[in-house]
């Protein structure tokens, strides 16, 4: 049987799990034939104990792009030699600095150049955009969104519903995952979408769940709480750059990203924002800045905001540029790889992931505990639409010793407690021998 995976190959692969192998020499002939393996080269890797980390905090904060270095001192030197002239005249003008990104930053998350903008925070964005979505009436002032959903996202959800006059206790709608399970069920986002359909605003979830990984058929829930009179947005700081998204085709209203993690730009680095089109021309309510009015009058200075008609009229300040230059280093690498031939591959290395899991839990037996995937696995065809590239994994029996022992054997996983690791091998920096080392490393701690 030949082991060679071209890249048409792929979906027949994944569908034959029994063609993976628990070897370093199976594992090492799959990276000779991924055709992404050499964006490895391209990064900078931890140094740990003696060896480069085996990195799987990707979905944390992305590893740094070797080429960041030389982006960011472009602008120190265009600063240096320019001062405030750079604006105009630095090699890249600051002046529309964030336009050079918008192409790169739309083919991410499968949108029109228009109708994205780097800008801000994750967390700002989020509210940014929720001054102009969330518009609460006492008829309608209703917000469903994911049960445990990422701490910032809740406090912005609860601020926002108080800012307007609401009790949050009252105007959010949480799905929980059923007893006994670790994901959401679509059919209770659906069910409550219905519930609620007469006082419902908004559902705001977040893409891909950050702690299970679980994603979200953002297409079918934006139909829901539209035919139910809603907007819908996500929060997508687990998606870019991890899945496939089409925010426009699937008509999303809002969405919003971080840069850090699978995007690799640099911690705290500059976040995006999407606004569909459809939304571009109708003058919603905002919190407006200079950044966000019409270019041709800005230095006009005068009174009067006129938004610029794209998803630029939601910017407040001029540009950061030292983290959008990091960005831009990081977008160039996903240009070339191409977010198609990525997902392709995180495909490949999450259905390996979990054949490894499988393995080490085979070989430790019943008796010593297992490791439980609570991420929706490839082959799973129950309620569950997918997962990108992380797997999280309840260690059962085991505490965050666990966690520490793969520290001490320079694997850097992430921990929550009680008893959860997640890892995200990434399709950018991962390989498979990643994988199979963190299969043997995993089974000699745990015996
Ligand atoms: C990482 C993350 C954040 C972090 O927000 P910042 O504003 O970038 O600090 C917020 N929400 C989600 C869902 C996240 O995963």
Redesign the pocket.
Known sequence: MSHIISQTSIIITMSLQNTFYNTLEFAQQMDDTDSLHDFRDQFYFPYLHGRSAIYFTGN?LGLQPKSTQDAILTELEDWANFGVEGHFHARNPWYSYHEILSDSASKIVGALPSEVVMMN????N?HLLMISFYRPTTARYKIICEAK??P??QYALESQISLHGFNPADAIIEIHPRDGEYCIRHEDIYEAIALHQNELALVMI?GVN?YTGQVFDMKTITQKAHQAGAYAGF?L??AAGNIELHLHDWEVDFACW?S??YLNSGP?SV?GAFVHSTHHQKNLPRLAGWWGHDKQTRFKMEKGFSPIPTAEGWQLSNAPIFSMAAHKASLQLFDQAGMKQLIAKSKLLKAYTEFIIQAVNAQLGPVKGTLQMITPLTDDAGDYFGSGCQVSIVAHGYGKKLFEDLLAHAVIADWREPNVIRIAPVPLYNSFKDIYEFGQILLHIMK
Request: proline share 0%; net charge negative; hydrophobic share 35%.
């Open positions: 944390s925070q994750l967390t700002v989020l959903a990422f910032s996202d977040g950050y929060d700081a687990h971080c850090y993690k705290g976040a």
